[in-house]
């Protein structure tokens, strides 16, 4: 599958809508890092997360790291079936997006983590609101709204599943 080819540059934000972003890639990464994950990976993937598809050349200007890391890194994510890899009409470029069915694996998280994570997030979309209309904002609001709904479904399947269990 191929997709159209975007060359704009609205993957890289600017001012307190950067420093937002850095603050949520590095709470991802550190979320990551306290079961044992790979930093650049975990990166890779928090930034995956926010964007939700980017080329090789972004995530090199989003996190400074070589072109052969992130192909190295990506080929971890696509082997491993986290990452779909698609091709860029017309371009020998290709953009990486989440596979759709990782976010229904997201239950290794343990649903204690779940109320904590919800409300840091909550509380990133309430500071948000003061750069309503910004470049970045309305994408940034997105994923963190996203994210919440991903946290209140997976709670609400946890607690069914807890459930079959217990009875």
């Known amino acids: 599958m191929t997709v ?3 060359s704009s ?13 850095q603050v949520l890639v590095d709470f991802l990464v550190e979320s990551g890092r306290a079961k044992s994950a790979d930093f650049k990976l975990q ?3 928090a930034y995956l997360s926010i964007h939700k598809r980017l080329t090789q050349k972004q995530f090199r200007d989003l996190t400074s790291y070589s072109i052969g890391t992130i192909s190295k890194k990506l080929r971890f ?24 069915l990782v976010y229904a694996r997201v239950g290794n998280l343990s649903h204690t983590e779940f109320p ?11 500071e948000l609101e003061i750069h309503k209309g910004k470049p970045g904002h309305e994408l ?3 994923r963190l709204n996203e994210m919440l709904q991903s946290f209140d479904f997976i709670t609400r399947i ?3 599943i807890r459930g079959i269990f217990t009875r």
């Open 9 to 21: 540059k609205e993957h890289i934000f600017e001012g307190k809508l950067k420093e937002y972003e």
């Open 43 to 45: 990166k890779i993937l």
């Open 116 to 126: 904590r994570i919800k409300e840091y997030i909550s509380m990133k979309l309430a």
């Open 158 to 160: 946890w607690s069914e």
């Open 4 to 6: 159209s080819r975007d």
């Open 77 to 100: 994510f696509i082997d491993s079936g986290v990452i779909e890899k698609k091709r860029i009409e017309k371009s020998n470029e290709y953009f990486y997006q989440i596979d759709n």
């Open 140 to 142: 940034l609001t997105l």
